[in-house]
């Protein structure tokens, strides 16, 4: 049984500290390996190295979900060899990192359209999944051949197959799309400097918190976390309400 969770636009959803749900646009490897004058593909292999660091420090500082966007539904538009270089990646990192995330008590997610990665591939996914899925400690939802526009299309579509000739409602869409496990993000951190949210979580980031940072994603570490923490905790989450409203309560 699924746990339901607040939608923030439907009802007010509790903000507390640290944010609960942290999800990351991680931008930034192409530029980090050009700077070095090595490959792409070396940017990308550092960048595999800042998720672990990643889940370790928001374990510690009490996340309760991370979600990582690692490869979106245009980056097949890349060359192809960069793209097959980032599928052997995910698989070693799959292949190496299952078994210390299940001793750390981290809870495997994979969401997107996973119909197009090789078997290989989905099975070391399901595989993972499985292993970790009474996992509590943090979830971690990786983010892959994902768009937004592809889960609200895909739990749409699904819905319709479940309710034929129904009327759609926010609340009956929610457990339908790619995260109904998890509240919606608190905070959104994009590294790399661009400051848009490239088709990553639409929906789901209708009130979260946006925070852009020029680092990139190579070098964010745990001290950069913190930053984007401390910018979080001086927002005034309103969710539509005046401040005046706010000190009320
Ligand atoms: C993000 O880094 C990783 C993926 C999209 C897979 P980029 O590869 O986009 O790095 P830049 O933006 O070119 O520096
Ligand atoms: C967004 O980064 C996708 C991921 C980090 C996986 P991109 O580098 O693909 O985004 P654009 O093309 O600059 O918007
Ligand atoms: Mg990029």
Redesign the pocket.
């Known amino acids: 049984m699924i746990k339901r969770f607040f939608s923030s636009t439907t009802e007010i959803p509790q903000a507390a500290a640290v944010p609960r749900h942290v999800a990351i646009i991680?931008?930034?490897?192409?530029?980090?390996a050009k700077k070095r004058l090595l490959p792409?593909v070396a940017?990308?292999a550092q960048?595999v190295e800042r998720v672990r660091d990643m889940v370790q420090a928001c374990i510690e500082r009490g996340v309760e979900y991370l979600t990582l966007f690692?490869?979106?539904s245009e980056?097949w538009r890349r060359p192809e060899d960069e793209v097959s270089r980032?599928m052997e990646l995910f698989v070693m990192a799959l292949e190496r990192e299952v078994g210390k995330m299940h001793r750390n008590g981290v809870c495997l997610k994979v969401v997107g359209d996973l119909s197009r990665f090789d078997q290989r591939l989905r099975d070391l996914i399901t595989q993972g999944e499985q292993k970790t899925a009474s996992n509590t400690r943090l979830t971690l939802t990786v983010c892959a051949n994902y768009g937004g526009r592809w889960d609200i299309l895909n739990a749409a579509n699904n819905w319709l197959r479940d309710n034929p000739g129904g009327e759609l409602s926010e609340d009956a869409l929610a457990p339908y799309l790619s995260m109904p496990y998890a509240p919606e993000p608190d905070l959104f951190i994009r590294t790399?400097g661009?400051q848009r949210i490239s088709n990553f979580l639409l929906w789901q980031l209708a009130y979260s918190e946006l925070y852009f940072t020029e680092t990139?994603?190579p070098d964010f570490d745990a001290k950069a976390l913190d930053l984007a923490i401390a910018s979080y905790q001086k927002r005034e989450r309103r969710f539509g309400r005046t401040s005046e409203q706010l000190l009320e309560r």
Do not use: K, Q, Y
């Open positions: 991680m931008d930034g490897n192409g530029r980090w792409r940017g990308h960048g690692a490869f979106s980056n980032l790399g661009e990139l994603w």
